[in-house]
């Protein structure tokens, strides 16, 4: 009763934003969920790999960014006031950027544990597409389905689209700073070890650098 009432809401709420017709519905919980999961591996690790794809992960599932600074793999993430992640993930590095994930055989739903740095961050927006590249969905995380997770770690909340009868081809992550995890519904943690959230702005944009910083260390003990 609760996830129907939920997925109908979601339903309302699409019509309300896009003023467009779907039998698409916007997945919160992964009780009765079939459909694939996200699989990263080993991709990444023990570091970030910084890349806008494609990128090949286990499953039959192609990651794409339109940036390069988007992340596969495992290291320290901060998501503001949600936050953060240590991975394995991907991550946008970007507001403005989007990640994608293109299934080698389309299918008919798809969610995975997501999070993100709320408020002026960006907007969250998942989208699912069919196999000519026609928009079948779109939801507004911060407006439809907010995801809070104060001081947690690696704490993620299962969202996903089901098609509604359209095979979904791919599926979307923009507007954010948003992260997704092979993790559906991973709780919480709250503990000394998150900084605090006046440092979170720094962490967001500096990420990336520390990434690159590693890889310029390990380069020079190579070439040393």
Not at 65 to 83: E, R
Not at 145 to 167: E, K, V
């Amino acid at each position: 009763m609760v996830i129907t009432a939920l997925r109908t809401a979601a339903a309302l709420g699409f019509l309300a934003v896009t003023g467009t017709a779907s039998a698409a519905t916007l997945l919160t919980s992964d009780a009765g969920y079939t459909g694939p999961g996200l699989h990263i591996g080993s991709i990444g690790d023990p570091y970030y790999l910084f890349t806008g794809g494609p990128v090949a992960l286990p499953g039959g599932v192609t990651f794409a960014s339109t940036t390069t600074f988007s992340v596969i793999g495992s290291g320290g993430y901060g998501l503001a006031g949600n936050g953060s992640s240590s991975g394995p993930i991907i991550g946008l590095n970007s507001s403005s950027d989007t990640m994608t994930l293109t299934f080698d055989t389309a299918v008919a739903s798809f969610g995975l544990g997501i999070n993100y740095a709320p408020t002026f961050y960006g907007t969250p927006v998942i989208a699912a597409y069919d196999g000519g590249g026609a928009l079948i969905a779109s939801y507004d995380l911060a407006a439809l389905a907010p995801i809070s997770t104060p001081g947690g770690l690696n704490a993620f909340a299962f969202r996903g689209i089901d098609g509604g009868g359209t095979a979904i081809k791919s599926f979307s992550l923009s507007g954010a700073y948003i992260i997704a995890s092979a993790s559906r519904e991973a709780p919480p943690v709250v503990g000394g070890t998150v900084p605090e959230p006046s440092t979170w702005a720094m962490l967001i944009v500096g990420f990336g650098f520390v990434g690159a910083s590693m890889r310029n260390r390990r380069t020079a003990r190579h070439t040393a």
